[in-house]
């Protein structure tokens, strides 16, 4: 059998079985800007499929941006997330497949350590269970040829914008975590932000250790460049002294120093900064005039009862550590103020995390952001940012891996 590849050449079937270290070695030969296109062809080669493509999940996470394909040139148009089969696979984190008149289409999910990267879409002469075992490794090791090369291009960046950028939304992405989403034997942590119009300073991030996760979430006052430069000063000071292996009451002194020395005029922000210790879930906690977190324990949702200190910026300050301790079955959900403006304050936050309450954590971040962009018609009057966090106690070793809350077989959407 002879397929077409990317470039109109013939590609002669290899019936071999596709394992990750030829998904792997595949990518290794290529250049960081050509691997997804090698390792589209050469899946194409050994499984005889017809078309294979890989779709990038954007930066809204609302559509997908079809960034390689066997058959055709990619198409430029993204693809609406919702209520498709792509959805399901990214909810579920389950292949889904359907016949056809060419043979079976599979669609599989591309994702590492919880984070969902894209989909991988392709089309084989028929599908048994150990052909979709081999598509399941080759998306997996795929999602590891991705996390490597956008080290090394600008390629998926560009292909995750749906919409243009200005330069404060462009500073202010550059200060999240490279992924939105991490899965540990312990916890999994999923954050997104929803920008304004004009960028509102909002930011969120994670950092994990040995034996301790770091979580915080921030706010700078004021709009556009302004607030983007007041946030990366408070996120570099943050990040600088936690690697330097400072307690939550340095992080925080540091952060607040940070404005104080070198923001313009008077730069202020809110802020969330916690550290959750892995081995007991005792959590300790910083509350730098932020909204409170909230809890989902039991089936009830609450706020977290704490001590509102100064905001960042304000003056010089010694901030407040505070403590809770986290149950096994917890969810914590942290904030900004844009989740309550205006129309946004039409969502019912806590009625939405109870009904979210078996989604995995990537799919609530999701259902909540969904929800305020909804109830704003797309026009936030400011940044709206979540993080969520499950924590799943200590007497787990291993990560349960990138489980939806739907574990049935996906059928055709």
Not at 41 to 47: C, G, I, P, S, V
Not at 79 to 108: C, K
Not at 170 to 192: M, N
Not at 259 to 266: I, P, S
């Amino acid at each position: 059998m002879r397929l077409s590849g990317l470039e109109g050449s013939e590609v002669v079937v290899d019936s071999g079985v596709v394992g990750p270290g030829d998904v792997l070695g595949a990518a290794e030969s290529a250049p960081p800007v050509e691997s997804v296109e090698v390792v589209a062809r050469d899946l194409a080669k050994r499984l005889g499929a017809f078309d294979v493509s890989f779709l990038l999940v954007d930066l809204v996470e609302e559509h997908l941006v079809r960034l390689a394909s066997t058959a055709q040139d990619p198409d430029p148009e993204p693809v609406d997330l919702r209520d498709s089969a792509y959805e399901t696979v990214l909810r579920t984190q389950q292949p889904w497949q359907e016949q056809n008149d060419d043979g079976v289409r599979a669609v599989l999910p591309v994702t590492n350590r919880g984070d969902c990267i894209g989909v991988l879409e392709v089309t084989v002469p028929s599908c048994d269970e150990e052909v979709l075992a081999q598509l399941g490794e080759a998306a997996h090791a795929l999602a590891y040829v991705i996390v490597t090369d956008r080290r090394f291009t600008d390629r998926y960046h560009i292909g995750r914008r749906t919409t243009s950028m200005s330069l404060a939304a462009e500073i202010q992405h550059q200060l999240l975590p490279s992924a939105s989403c991490c899965e540990a034997a312990q916890f999994t942590v999923a954050g997104a932000l929803v920008p304004a119009d004009d960028i509102g300073g909002d930011t969120y991030d994670y950092a994990l250790d040995r034996d301790t996760l770091h979580l915080s979430i921030t706010d700078a006052a004021g709009h556009d460049v302004a607030s983007a430069l007041t946030a990366t000063l408070l996120v570099g000071a943050l990040r600088g002294a936690r690697r330097a292996g400072h307690n939550l009451a340095e992080q925080a002194r540091q952060a607040n120093q940070a404005l104080l020395d070198h923001g313009e005029e008077v730069s202020l922000a809110t802020g969330l900064l916690l550290r959750v210790d892995l081995h007991t879930g005792g959590v300790e906690l910083v509350n730098a005039g932020h909204p409170a977190p909230l809890l989902l324990r039991d089936g009830v949702v609450e706020a977290v009862e704490l001590e509102i200190d100064l905001l960042f910026g304000f003056k010089p300050y010694r901030h407040l550590v505070q403590r809770l301790n986290l149950r096994p079955g917890d969810r914590l959900v942290l904030l900004t103020d844009g989740m309550f403006e205006r129309d946004a304050a039409d969502v019912d936050l806590a009625a939405l995390i109870r009904e979210t309450e078996g989604l995995h954590a990537r799919e609530v971040v999701r259902a909540v952001t969904r929800a305020v962009r909804h109830a704003c018609r797309n026009q936030l009057q400011d940044d709206a940012t979540v993080l969520c966090l499950d924590w799943h106690g200590t007497d787990r070793t291993e990560r349960q891996a990138d489980n939806g809350a739907d574990t049935d077989t996906a059928s055709p959407a």
